[in-house]
């Protein structure tokens, strides 16, 4: 009986210290790209581009590139093609808000025409 409730104080202490374990190793070097591309995208290529600021979990900067097709890829915010297309990106997207706003091209307003009547000109005769 004694050894019963030893090895369960002992399994639960193992429990605690590994749940422990684990919490400390998940808040660090959690960054979402391992490897970057250094290949051109071309900007009419994107789909999404989201930029990720060094935080407590990640200490790198990153940016993620979705293309049209589907995939992801990471790209190296230091080099300079890369730098061009978050430029270009931010400024197309910039675009696209002013033009969804009115600020460009305003919409047409359609006018109501008055619908003629299918009827002939006369007054239905019930027989």
Known sequence: ???CGVLLLLGII???LVGVQGIL????????CIET????????SLKYLKQFAPSVSCENT?????????HQTCLNPDLAHVKKLVKNWEKQVSQKKK???????????KVKKDRKSPRPFGKKTTP
């Open 62 to 70: 990153e940016i993620i590139a979705t293309l049209k097709n589907g």
């Open 37 to 44: 591309s250094h290949k051109k995208i071309p900007l009419r």
């Open 99 to 109: 033009q969804k706003k009115g600020g460009k091209h305003p919409k047409n307003k």
């Open 25 to 32: 190793m998940g808040l660090r070097g959690r960054c979402s």
């Open 14 to 16: 193992f429990l605690v």
């Open 1 to 3: 009986m004694k050894k």
